[in-house]
């Protein structure tokens, strides 16, 4: 204060410096004061795109979801591997362009040369529900569940069973027990396995699955009317795990294949698309509701 008095008595123009260094330190700072302004005012807007064009996604994914519900024409005409295409109305402002495709349940498992899908031998094989086999260990934290199958040959002439295999979902992650945490599977069978080539595990569409395969032309083989069992014992390190979907099948030898399921031999695929964001769902549809395997979110 002192200072100001003895400048504004002696008049010695410090006044004036006083006043260009006000301004000084106010050019210095205004100017990132004001980019870091604009940058955030960017970012907000980068974020609420980004945000908008996820949430008009995912809307077109359930829209999707929906449709199987209701399966109006031409969904329900669909044969496997066609697809219904159409664009959504305005959602946040923006359209979605959703693709809907049928698949085979078992396409991405084994090889799709090894069956036709559309001669299935549905009596050829049967199985007693997991859910009655379930077995639930709470002190050692595990979950068991017992797939008995049972086949019953009704054919013309010998067949030979080239793979035996299962799927089921959820995929409950790391903490399935067994090779390559994919599960543990405990083979119990009348059907010979001495000659087994190789087991195929694969996490897929939201779940796990074996195939158990047989050197070429030595698995079962079997005339008319002749049976056979095999059961797999399926353990999960989670006592409060619970199946969901599943299925299980028998490749025969000349394309043929029999199979036991929760749900129709087929599964959906719903892809919405929303400028740079694209959700894909897999889902398998059950009277009146739909079970969904898998749902992923890719930048484009």
């Given at each position: 204060?002192n200072?100001?008095?003895?400048?504004?008595?002696?008049?010695?123009?410090?006044?004036?410096i006083?006043?260009?260094?006000f301004?000084v330190?106010?050019?210095l700072?205004?100017v990132?004061?004001?980019?870091?302004?604009f940058t955030e005012?960017?970012?907000?807007?980068?974020?609420?795109?980004?945000?908008?064009e996820?949430?008009?996604?995912?809307?077109?994914a359930?829209?999707?979801i929906h449709?199987?519900i209701?399966m109006?024409?031409?969904?329900?005409?669909?044969?496997?591997?066609d697809?219904?295409?159409?664009?959504?109305?305005?959602?946040?402002?923006?359209?979605?362009?959703?693709?809907?495709?049928?698949?085979?349940?078992?396409?991405?498992?084994?090889?799709?040369?090894?069956y036709?899908?559309?001669?299935?031998?549905e009596?050829?094989?049967?199985?007693a529900p997991?859910?009655?086999?379930v077995?639930r260990n709470?002190?050692?934290?595990?979950?068991?569940?017992?797939?008995i199958l049972?086949?019953?040959?009704q054919g013309?002439?010998?067949?030979?069973?080239?793979?035996?295999?299962?799927?089921?979902?959820?995929?409950?992650?790391?903490?399935?027990?067994?090779?390559?945490?994919?599960?543990?599977?405990i083979?119990?069978?009348?059907?010979?396995?001495?000659?087994?080539?190789?087991?195929?595990e694969?996490?897929v569409?939201?779940?796990?699955?074996?195939t158990f395969?047989w050197v070429?032309?030595q698995?079962?083989i079997f005339?008319?009317?002749?049976?056979g069992?095999l059961?797999?014992?399926v353990r999960?390190?989670?006592?409060d795990?619970?199946?969901g979907?599943?299925?299980?099948w028998?490749?025969?030898?000349?394309?043929?294949?029999?199979?036991v399921?929760?749900?129709?031999?087929?599964?959906?695929?719903?892809?919405a698309?929303?400028d740079?964001?694209?959700?894909?769902?897999e889902a398998?549809v059950?009277?009146?509701?739909?079970?969904?395997l898998s749902w992923?979110l890719?930048?484009?």
């Open positions: 204060m200072i100001i008095k003895k400048i504004h008595k002696e008049e010695s123009g410090y006044i004036l006083f006043a260009l260094l301004l330190m106010g050019s700072t205004l990132p004061l004001l980019n870091f302004t005012m960017e970012t907000e807007l980068v974020y609420k795109t980004n945000m908008f996820l949430y008009t996604c995912d809307a077109a359930e829209d999707g449709k199987l209701k109006p024409s031409p969904l329900d005409t669909l044969e496997v591997g697809s219904y295409n159409y664009t959504t109305e305005l959602i946040n402002d923006r359209t979605a362009d959703v693709t809907i495709t049928k698949l085979s349940l078992i396409s991405g498992i084994i090889g799709d040369d090894e036709k899908v559309e001669q299935p031998h009596d050829w094989m049967s199985m997991p859910e009655d086999t077995v709470f002190v050692e934290d595990w979950a068991e569940y017992t797939l049972d086949f019953h040959y013309g002439g010998s067949r030979t069973i080239e793979t035996i295999g299962f799927f089921l979902a959820p995929y409950p992650g790391d903490i399935v027990n067994g090779p390559d945490d994919i599960g543990d599977a083979l119990v069978p009348e059907i010979t396995s001495d000659d087994f080539d190789r087991v195929e694969k996490i569409a939201g779940g796990f699955s074996y395969r070429k032309n698995g079962p005339d008319n009317d002749d049976t069992s059961s797999i014992i999960v390190d989670d006592a795990w619970t199946l979907t599943y299925f299980a028998a490749t025969v030898k000349e394309q043929d294949i029999s199979f399921a929760s749900s129709e031999m087929v599964k959906w695929q719903i892809e698309v929303v740079d964001k694209t959700i894909i769902i398998v059950d009277p009146g509701q739909v079970d969904v992923d890719f930048n484009n």
